[in-house]
């Protein structure tokens, strides 16, 4: 497949590259071939049905799966196979779609804990709760507007408060990519714009490359500058969201052919 | 409420004298009991260090008979007596060995690491059962120690060995409370919560496992260095299954909110022991265990919980 110029990021600079990523388990084929390379700064989405292996493909760049063969380059070293917190330190971090959160501590521990993971030199006597890490912990949970929540367990904590609390977790490390998986999967749908547009508020002029996993097209049109479609693990459309919606093995195969133009249709 | 930063300090040395002041009106029996219950408590404290990261060692007493035996080898080979320099090189034999073990044990979780910790102590147990030069089952006796070339007798050694174990109790206690609120501390609790979220935030799950082991076979160490002293006797008993299960048993006692209420199950435990074996010499497990249900039903997360409870409530009053 030819590759476009991507919209979005410095073409020249890419912060990211997959080179013929395979993945099977057993019988089923979660990545074949899988080739793509992300500029730094873009924002980018991955669709596809159920098992298409968008969350294949974010848990092979981040760690949790090795690919059975193919590259992962991230700032051209290559990452293949690292364990993940070696990945995190590096500069990718991602939120999951089941938001993990320690369920035991509060919202500003769970903060706090992140704060104290980016940290490399991580004391074993400097207080966790010092005035300085629960006013960062406190900054970044009035950026994601949670900070109400602060003394809240994960129990206690709306759905969309814990997928907030989640990505804001993920960003403390100040990471050059964000893999956000499905971010707004679970929440009503009268809180999914709300929560994408404070996600990308707290996100902006950091120069973030953002790629996220998404049902709603309508999320998808209106955040992303590039689609990758997914289908039976490989990429059958790598385009803006307004072309990648008109192709037709996307509207087979992902839309279900309902979405003739971005906008309307979830798959 | 209090800054933390003098929080911890102040405690210590309101603790410290407190426990110091009881030293001089209990009687004997009394003050040898509460040095076996502290040294112990020392152990146990180690559990809870490992249990605040989700896991549960059920070989503890692998470090308590390591530093038992380094008293009384170090005081029948070198001549060295001094309760300091053996507590200094029992800690740092456990925590050689437990450098070594944390290897291995830091990859593994729930019954798999307990069963492992098990394992490792009955291996020290077998061997020193069968090693006859160093005593074999009988184990051998310990000298009695010396404090800076003070070399105390009768109530006057009981007392200082209280003394001592009281101040390395309560600058333990210290020293693992600071632990407990540090960043390090904070990652630990996140472990037993959720272990792949703190490995995607960058931690490394296994050194922090490592990090507690070793810690506990620091403090493990230097409660079996105490306790050799006290009875002036060590065997591979210390190592055994059941001297672990006890450790354990405190530790559930006393849940790993407070550092406080690791001691006072230790001391309680103790007591209990005491009292029922005296009361009721062929029943006292019974007794034992009907405790620990109780608090188990009443008291789920351990009698730290009440502490820390009482604490929330003085805080916001």
Redesign the interface.
Known sequence: MSTPEPPGGNPDDIVLQAKNLNKAFGAVTAAKDVNVAVPRGAVWSLIGSNGAGKTTFVNMVTGYLRPDSGTILFNDKNITGMEPRKITRLGISRSFQIPQLCAELTALDNMLVSLGSANEQASFFRSAHSADSVASATEMLERFRIVDYRHRTMAELPAGVRKLLDIAMAITGDPQVLLLDEPTSGVAAEEKYPLMDLVMEALEGANVTVMFVEHDMDIVARYSQRVLAFYDGQIIANDTPDHVMQDESVRRFVTGGAAATAGGASC | MMN??FFVPLSCVIIFSALVGIGFIIPQWAMFLATMALAKGLVALGIVILMRAGLVSFGQGLYFCIGAYVSGLMANWTGITDIILLSILGILVSVILATVCAKLLSGYRGIFFAMLTLSLSMILYGALSKMSMIGGTDGLNVSAPTFLGFAPEGRALGFSLYFYTCLVSVIAGGFIR??F???????A??I???E??????????KSAIS?GYIMAAAVGGLGGVIAGLAIGHVDPEYAYWTTSGEFVFVAILSGFFSITAVFASSIVLEIVRSFSNLYFPNTWQLVLGVFLLIVILLLPNGLGSLFNKLRRRGDSE
Do not use: F, K, P
């Open positions: 933390s930063r600071v632990y609120n540090s960043e390090r501390g904070l990652t609790l996140a037993r919560d959720n792949l979220r703190v490995e995607y935030l960058g931690s490394s799950v990090a």
